[in-house]
């Protein structure tokens, strides 16, 4: 299972930091991120971290601003938002995926997304 929490309102400019707790143990030997999908949008791919190896991956637009990171320790993958932009509102969802390559063609599993919402 895949717990996220941490979304809010927050201004541009402003930063969030994403939390995922995950249980279980499948997902220990696949890749762990994030995905958002905006209001009347697809989904759109946002980060991933190899849960055995740390190798990261972003999507074009967050990249420079976002970051994954995970705690082996509490089973817990962390998404560190800053500089955000009314365009990075939507619903942000954790996930497992088979292939950090094609995180978003290969997903596993998801949680419930949590909202995360950006003021101009």
């Known amino acids: 299972q895949l717990q996220a929490s941490g979304g809010g309102l927050v201004q541009a400019g402003g930063s969030l930091r994403l939390s995922c707790a995950a249980s279980?143990?499948?997902?220990?030997?696949?890749?762990l991120g994030w995905f958002r999908q905006a209001p009347g949008k697809g989904r759109e791919f946002v980060a991933d971290?190899?849960?055995?190896?740390?190798?990261?991956l972003y999507g074009d637009s967050v990249k420079g601003r976002f970051t994954i990171s995970r705690n082996t320790n509490n089973n817990t993958v962390y998404l560190q938002m800053n500089n955000l932009q009314p365009e990075d509102t939507a619903v942000y969802y954790c996930?497992?995926?088979?292939?950090?390559?094609?995180?978003?063609?290969?997903?596993?599993?998801w949680g419930q997304g949590t909202l995360v919402t950006v003021s101009s």
């Open positions: 971290v190899i849960w055995s190896g740390d190798n990261q």
């Open positions: 996930a497992a995926a088979r292939d950090s390559m094609n995180f978003m063609k290969t997903l596993h599993s």
């Open positions: 279980g143990s499948a997902f220990k030997i696949l890749a």
